[in-house]
């Protein structure tokens, strides 16, 4: 009997996530912030798996939100950190609420909220973690300055991570995504949507579900050797 905790369960990246875990025999925690519908419908979608599938809110671009999450955390095999928001615009126009924002949900949580759930890992002495990161942060974009900055910084918490962890059975990832079909997409025009895929190899957007079945290979054992990694997934935009 495993449990997962995935942040952003309500997105389509996690939504796709929990599904393909919990078709694996995951019970899983899923973390949403505002959209408490898209979590009753996934967890409609998810019994007849016939997992135990725990709703849990809280805002985590509140520097204290994370606190929400682990309290209601017991038994635990592996978190998923894909609990995100983007931020599109001139570095000059960035304003502070704004980069405070993406700082907390994608850097301050996920090391805080790691920080607590450690000690339920280490007493397994085994488990998994693995963050959603982007593109961006490989390489950073234009006009997503601050985005860059903060998928960077989740970068460099895995690569610190995995080795600090290492001896204690504990494998830490993460996953580059490129340009994928969610509802984060929709506000670029089509004819950025356009653009974007011409400038992608593969000529396509990518798709949550195959996001997903990377996450699932990083929790499995058959990634038991792969550790302080950052899978590309991005159809070739990025080599």
């Not at 996530?17 to 979608?45: F, M």
């Not at 939100?65 to 894909?82: M, N, P, R, T």
């Not at 890992?121 to 963050?131: A, E, N, P, R, Y």
Request: charged residues 15%; contains cysteine.
């Amino acid at each position: 009997m495993k449990y997962a905790l995935i942040t952003g369960a309500s997105g389509g990246i996690g939504q796709a996530i929990a599904y393909n875990l919990a078709e694996k025999g995951y019970h899983l925690y899923l973390h949403y912030n505002n959209n408490e519908q898209a979590i009753r419908g996934l967890i409609n979608q998810l019994k007849p798996f016939g997992g135990e599938y725990i709703p849990i809110q809280a805002n985590l671009a509140d520097p204290s939100g994370y606190k929400k999450v682990f309290s209601e955390i017991f038994s635990l095999d592996a978190i998923i950190h894909c609990g995100g928001q983007s931020q599109y615009g001139l570095l000059v126009d960035l304003q502070q609420s704004e980069a405070e924002a993406l700082l907390n949900v994608h850097v301050l949580t996920p090391i805080m909220l790691t920080k607590e759930l450690l000690p339920k890992l280490l007493t397994k002495g085994k488990g998994s973690i693995v963050l959603i990161t982007s593109i961006w942060g490989q390489t950073g974009a234009s006009c997503e300055v601050a985005y860059s900055t903060v998928k960077g910084a989740q970068i460099a918490f895995v690569k610190a991570l995995s080795k600090e962890v290492a001896m204690n059975g504990i494998r830490v990832n993460a996953i580059a995504a490129g340009a994928i079909s969610t509802p984060m997409m929709e506000g670029f025009t089509q004819e950025e949507v356009d653009q974007i895929i011409y400038e992608i190899p593969m000529g396509r957007m990518g798709k949550p579900e195959e996001i997903a079945r990377s996450v699932g290979f990083l929790l499995s054992d058959e990634s038991s050797y792969i550790t302080g990694q950052v899978l590309a997934i991005n159809g070739g935009w990025y080599t």
